[in-house]
């Protein structure tokens, strides 16, 4: 089997309809997509780090800080989208995302995850449920996961279903990081827009409404991500009480 170039690809925009300008925040010093792209780097099994972005304010403090960056079109509707851009200038299989408390080792889940199966088209990192409020919070993407591992069916709101056996199976924690064969980014730009990717804003709706299988790979927790403000003090709280959030965090501040 020859090598595969991965590449790790982090979609950032200012406009964000939830928290415009969320990429620039300022947490603990240093803004949310340079938090991302440093844990990224951690990663061992990546080719590259790029950020893809509209937003030539989002580019310069990357480009400040030292990391590669890719310009792309400000109309993309959603963050996959943006990745398929890039990827054209880019040889590689990719993996995207923006979690701010993701850990290099949850990311070599997926590279192996990519290795194992390279003839699936689309993997997605998921955890398991935490606590009946997260079934319900619209911050929060849950999915339903088949027996295979298969993602079946995702939205923002879960609470009508009557779970009961204390693990929310088979409901899971959709992360915002992905990884994609090139061949299929290339067409995914092309797919029409469904109707639950639509309602929801859920990019992998477009996926799974056209029969693509999207694998998901279990992460150790599912740490929040920032999707709204409100989320911001949580975080900031995480890096400081969970021991290995603030071994990463000293790591990526002494960079």
């Known amino acids: 089997m020859g090598y595969t170039r991965i590449v790790a690809i982090i979609p950032a925009r200012m406009a964000a309809s939830r928290f415009p300008g969320k990429p620039l925040l300022s947490v603990c010093g240093l ?38 960056v890719v310009m792309t079109s400000s109309t993309h509707p959603a963050a996959s989208d943006r990745v398929a851009e890039a990827m054209r200038r880019l040889d590689c ?3 995207q995302g923006d979690e701010i408390l993701v850990l290099p080792e949850d990311l070599d889940r997926l590279v192996e995850a990519v290795a ?10 998921v955890a398991k449920i935490e606590g009946r409020g997260e079934l319900e919070d619209p911050s929060i993407v849950k999915c339903v996961v088949s027996l295979s591992n298969r993602i079946l069916f995702c939205s923002r709101n ?3 279903l009557p779970l009961s056996n204390g ?6 924690k959709v992360l915002g990081i992905l990884a994609f064969s090139r061949s299929f980014l290339q067409q995914y730009g092309t797919m029409r827009r469904t109707p639950l990717e639509i309602a929801e ?3 992998q709706s477009r ?25 911001v003090e949580v975080v900031e709280r ?4 969970d021991v290995r959030q603030r071994e990463v965090l000293a790591h990526i501040l002494s960079a």
């Open 31 to 68: 803004p949310m997509v340079e938090h991302v792209r440093r844990r990224t780097l951690l990663c061992k099994g990546f080719s590259e780090v790029v950020v893809a972005t509209c937003d030539r304010e989002i580019a310069d403090v990357v480009e400040k800080f030292g990391g590669s």
């Open 93 to 95: 299989t990719n993996v």
């Open 116 to 125: 194992v199966e390279p003839e699936v088209s689309a993997w997605n990192a």
């Open 158 to 160: 879960f609470s009508s």
């Open 167 to 172: 693990r929310f199976d088979p409901v899971r």
């Open 201 to 203: 804003s859920i990019d």
């Open 207 to 231: 996926i799974v409404e056209h029969d693509v299988v999207l694998r998901a790979v279990e992460y150790s927790k599912g740490y929040l991500g920032i999707n709204e403000p409100r989320e």
């Open 238 to 241: 995480c890096l400081v009480e």
